[in-house]
């Protein structure tokens, strides 16, 4: 069974730094592209950061220079090191596992980020 198991997420003010983490089971981790999505309230899913099976990474052009994925395969995790956080990033951010050429998607659970004075 495929489980994606997000954590760190909370309250911060402006400026603030989170770290979040996944951690990921059930599948060959190191196979797969892994990213992280987020949901504001009203707003659709939309794609924050991916890093490849090879250590690529991807990022959104509003977290460009404040974000930065990472992943330990030997942990089974990836990581979103978010830095001057706004309160445009308040949102729920998902973890996501990627083997596209199977066509194979996997989604976390989420986790809450909310930035507000």
């Known amino acids: 069974q495929v489980q994606l198991a997000e954590s760190g997420g909370g309250s911060v003010q402006p400026g603030g730094s989170l770290r979040l983490s996944c951690s990921v089971s059930?599948?060959?981790?190191?196979?797969?592209?892994m990213g992280w999505y987020r949901q504001a309230p009203g707003k659709q899913r939309e794609l924050v950061a991916t890093?490849?099976?090879?250590?690529?990474?991807n990022y959104a052009d509003s977290v460009k220079g404040r974000f930065t994925i990472s992943r330990d395969n030997a942990k089974n995790t990836v990581y979103l090191q978010m830095n001057s956080l706004k309160p445009e990033d308040t949102a729920v951010y998902y973890c996501?596992?990627?083997?596209?050429?199977?066509?194979?998607?996997?989604w976390g659970q989420g986790t809450q980020v909310t930035v507000s004075s």
């Open positions: 996501n596992a990627a083997r596209a050429s199977l066509n194979l998607y996997y």
């Open positions: 890093i490849s099976s090879g250590g690529g990474t």
């Open positions: 059930g599948i060959i981790f190191g196979l797969y592209t």
